[in-house]
């Protein structure tokens, strides 16, 4: 039985699924090797980081001060396969106080967030995440 190639909608699904697989795998090799090489990465309340070497960097602080989970993940892409969006629920523990942040002594949080991706030439090229840092804060006691 012959299947029949991949829509580009099914196929962004899978690569969106596949990165935050990756993610809650704690595999940040398999994170990086789906993304563009020029990465465009929008952090919450942050500014525009460049580039798969900015990205590193970022998630190499995030997994210091961190320990994350996504929970209850629904992506959805449009039918060119160029642009997705994912929801989801951040289970997590806050390790090491982050500069302007409440001290850390390993509070949990959930935290409803999502993110916006866009796809070029069968990798992320973009990702904007977005979740509430004032709920964020209440919840580890700021």
Do not use: K
């Not at 919450?44 to 961190?66: K, S």
């Not at 629904?74 to 390790?95: H, K, N, P, Q, S």
């Not at 002594?105 to 509430?132: D, K, M, S, V, W």
């Amino acid at each position: 039985m012959n299947e029949s190639p991949a829509t580009p909608m099914q196929a962004a699904l899978a690569l969106v699924r596949a990165y935050y697989a990756a993610f809650n795998a704690g595999d940040r090799a398999a994170m990086c090797a789906l993304l563009a090489e020029d990465l465009a990465h929008d952090v919450n309340q942050g500014a525009r980081r460049l580039g798969l070497p900015a990205f590193r960097a970022f998630m190499a602080q995030m997994d210091a001060a961190y320990e994350e989970r996504l929970e209850d993940i629904v992506v959805m892409a449009d039918a060119t396969g160029t642009r997705a969006a994912a929801e989801f629920t951040v289970a997590g523990r806050y390790l090491r106080t982050e500069p302007g942040l409440p001290e850390a002594r390993g509070q949990p949080y959930r935290l409803p967030a999502g993110a916006f991706l866009e796809i070029r030439g069968g990798r992320i090229a973009r990702i904007a995440t977005h979740y509430n840092l004032p709920d964020w804060i209440a919840q580890v006691g700021g």
